[in-house]
C-alpha cells in the first residue's frame, strides 16, 4: 500500500518560489507515471502537471506553464515540483497522485498548503 506524504508549502509573497516534495512510502513509484495536483478553496482537486516514469516527458495545465516544473529522483521515491513566480491564484492544498485516468489511485495524502499573499 503506497502512502504519499507531500511537504515545503508555506507562506510565500507574490512573485516568490516553493519547491514542493512528494515521498511514498510502502512501494517504489519507479514504475508509475506521476502528478501533481491542487485544491484550492471552494473548488475541486484539479491536475497541475504529469512526469513519465523516467522523468523524460513532463506536461503542464496552461497557466503553470513557464513557471513550475515537476521532477523525479526515482532512488529517493520523490516527486517535486519546483513553483516559481507564484500568484495570489495558486493559492490551495497541493497534492501528488497517479496521473489522471489511472485505473488505481492511491490513497490521497495530506496534501501541503501553499499560500500566496502579501
Known amino acids: 500500500q503506497v502512502q504519499l506524504a507531500e511537504s515545503g508549502g508555506g507562506l510565500v509573497q507574490p512573485g516568490g518560489s516553493l519547491r514542493l516534495s512528494c515521498v511514498a512510502t510502502?512501494?517504489?513509484?519507479?514504475?508509475?507515471?506521476m502528478a501533481w495536483y491542487r485544491q484550492a478553496p471552494g473548488k475541486q482537486r484539479e491536475w497541475v502537471a504529469t512526469?513519465?516514469?523516467?522523468?523524460?516527458?513532463?506536461d503542464y495545465i496552461d497557466f503553470v506553464k513557464g513557471r513550475f516544473t515537476i521532477s523525479r529522483d526515482n532512488t529517493k521515491n520523490t516527486v517535486y515540483l519546483q513553483m516559481n513566480s507564484l500568484n495570489p491564484e495558486d493559492t490551495a492544498v497541493y497534492y501528488c497522485?497517479?496521473?489522471?485516468?489511472?485505473?488505481?489511485?492511491?490513497?490521497w495524502g495530506q496534501g501541503t498548503q501553499v499560500t500566496v499573499s502579501a
Open positions: 512526469i513519465s516514469t523516467g522523468g523524460t516527458y513532463t
Open positions: 497522485n497517479r496521473v489522471p485516468g489511472s485505473p488505481d489511485l492511491f490513497i
Open positions: 510502502g512501494s517504489t513509484l519507479v514504475s508509475y507515471n
